[in-house]
């Protein structure tokens, strides 16, 4: 997820409104005590929900209590610590740190580059720390980069192929792997291809680390590929009109 989630507040009654604000400042205080006041800005307050759903799906009764509201000098209310509540701090640092690492350093301004090695160097730790209380969640993170990655790789390997003369059909993929092979030759495995975007895209136990990197070898073979069967100006064009490489 990407953003701020937020409550639609119309469809909420004040109790509600109330509860979920002290499970947002527990989750705060608990990312405060247990990595740090730096990283609480990470609190994009995804993981409030999770924290809601996993207390109320346990039958957990969190108690509140007047606590100060890290940053300020204001006590407010709060939910104690729960496991939900820890969970949930887990979440917002792993999932900020690999929003931070998905961030190309080449495409960001410079204010925003200082920003990146800012962080990287002040959140490692509590990353650390949070990877080793629940390596089950880090592992799932990661089988998502891989799951992204080779989808997007894919993607980008079957956008130069149609663009450079490959026969494409409003079918599904399964069904244009004969074109696709035509065009690719022996370079690579047409069939290969497709199956692992299947995978990345629709699999429940996602792509593994080699599956990962044949994709990244088929991307780089079909933009060779697109290089040879497109003539100079196609090519001028693909390249700074349409920046598709």
Known sequence: MKGRMRPYLPELTI????????YLRGVR????????????HLLRTNGVLFAILSD???GRMPTCKRQRVPGTP???????????IRQAAQVEILMGWHNLQDRKYSELRPAKRLRRAADKLLLRR?????????PALERLFAQENDRAAAAAMCAYALELA???????????????????????????????????????????????AEQRETAEEDMT??????????????RLYQRWIRCLY
């Open 56 to 58: 109320s799906l346990a």
């Open 29 to 40: 205080r608990q990312m405060y005590k247990s990595y740090g006041f730096y990283a609480c």
């Open 74 to 84: 204001f006590r407010r209310s709060m939910m104690c610590q729960t496991l939900g």
């Open 126 to 134: 509590a990353y650390d720390k949070a990877r080793q209380e629940n």
């Open 162 to 208: 149609w663009c450079s003369g490959a026969v494409r059909r409003n079918v599904p993929l399964a069904q244009q792997r004969d074109e696709l092979q035509s065009w690719a030759g022996d370079v690579l495995d047409a069939g290969e291809l497709l199956d692992i975007n299947d995978r990345a895209l629709y699999g429940g136990s996602g792509v593994t």
């Open 15 to 22: 109790r509600d409104y109330n509860t979920y604000m002290r």
């Open 221 to 234: 073979a079909a933009l060779e590929l697109f290089r040879r069967k497109c003539g100079f100006w196609k």
